[in-house]
């Protein structure tokens, strides 16, 4: 087995030896990361532990075609990444009550709060006028699943739509990067006065922007240049800045990621696998140019020999991220600063960089 491969299943194989590894009482984004990645490599080397983790999780949440447990919260882009999870579920069961759900989370999309002038998607109902790069991975793979499955076309224009808002109002030309978020009231006590952006650019939101390209690209056909046009550009424009801030000796990347040489600055896992991640998939499926071959290959055995580690029998993925956000009002510290960002705890296992970990260790064994 290639040694790539062997990567692959121990940090699968810790996934499943380990209870509670994926939330039993809370229906948490990242635990979706896991699950997206753990489908593709049970379809692609046949690990049938899949299924039972699968079907445990929904049954666990999904009650009478909806999830109680965020039919309580407010409307959060947030809530919405694990429908694919649920979409997953369906699609392997034939399972009518996963189906229901399915229709419930376009609902919920469907209400979903938006930019008057633009009609931008919010973050989060407790974020007005607010665009976050996260949210594009949160929902937009989702939409493009169902729109393609289901044949609701009409769909397809709104996924293309969001993405070249965040192309207008987000894009950084000179580092080719794109900031963490957008203001579009410009009152948020973080975002620049002008542009009514966020002052730095953050690795995982990045991250999350790069995925959920190539995630969507991987779903929409080629032809319907309503979504790939606007997402292939991003894609892109994203390339070249990944490419353009990897650190040459170490092969990934920084957790503010144009800031190498800021004093406390460090090289972040969560980034760094969807970077690798990004480039990977989206070569492999002709979204980007071979050219990217060598970054893409220096950050993958980089992603090996500075995060992934193993101890007594036991994996751990180290320097993520746990965290990091802008505002509320009632949270002044979340001010997208370069202190703040650089002062947020840094944990092992996180399932947001786990998640991407196994993503890229995949499409690193299918080169």
Sequence with gaps: MPAVQQYLQRMCD?????????????????????????????????????????????????????????????????????????????????????????????????????????????????????????????LHPFLAQYAAYFCQSELFADIGHQFSLVQNYLFD????????????????????????????????????????????????????????KPVCTVLRHLAEGIEKWQDKQKGVWYQLTALSEEPGNYLEGSCSAMFVYTLLKGMRIGALPKSYKRAAMEGAKGLIKEFYREESGKIQMINICQVAGLGPEKKPERDGSISYYLGEPIVSNDKKGYGAMLGALYEWSLM
């Design 173 to 228: 030309e000179k580092t080719s990067l794109y900031f963490h978020a957008y203001d579009h009231s410009k009152k948020s006590f973080w975002c620049d006065k002008k542009t009514g952006c966020s002052p730095n650019f953050w690795g995982r939101s990045l991250g999350w922007l790069g995925m959920a390209c190539v995630d969507v690209l991987e779903i929409v056909p080629p032809e319907n240049t309503t979504v790939t």
């Design 14 to 138: 810790n996934v499943y030896a380990t209870p509670g590894f994926l939330s039993k009482n809370s229906w948490m984004y990242d635990d979706g990361v896991v699950l997206v990645q753990l489908k593709k490599i049970y379809e692609t080397y046949g690990d049938d532990r899949f299924l039972n983790l699968l079907y445990t999780y929904c049954r666990q949440f999904v009650k009478n075609g909806m999830v109680p447990f965020v039919e309580k919260r407010p409307l959060s882009l947030d809530n919405m990444n694990n429908a694919r999870v649920v979409f997953d579920a369906y699609m392997l069961s034939g399972d009518l009550e996963y189906r229901a759900c399915l229709d419930w989370f376009l609902q919920l999309y469907e209400k979903h709060p938006r930019i008057r002038e633009t009609n931008g998607l919010w973050h989060k109902v407790r974020y007005p006028n607010q665009m976050w790069l996260d949210g594009l991975y949160m």
